[in-house]
């Protein structure tokens, strides 16, 4: 498994999170 998480992973949670938080 993953010891972390590769940029676009990154950017793509980060994203998901800003819509999330609109809502």
């Known amino acids: ?3 972390y998480l590769s940029l ?3 950017s ?3 994203h ?3 819509l ?3 809502q």
């Open 20 to 22: 999330s938080e609109v």
């Open 1 to 3: 498994s993953k010891k």
């Open 16 to 18: 998901s999170l800003r």
């Open 8 to 10: 676009t992973e990154r």
């Open 12 to 14: 793509q949670i980060a």
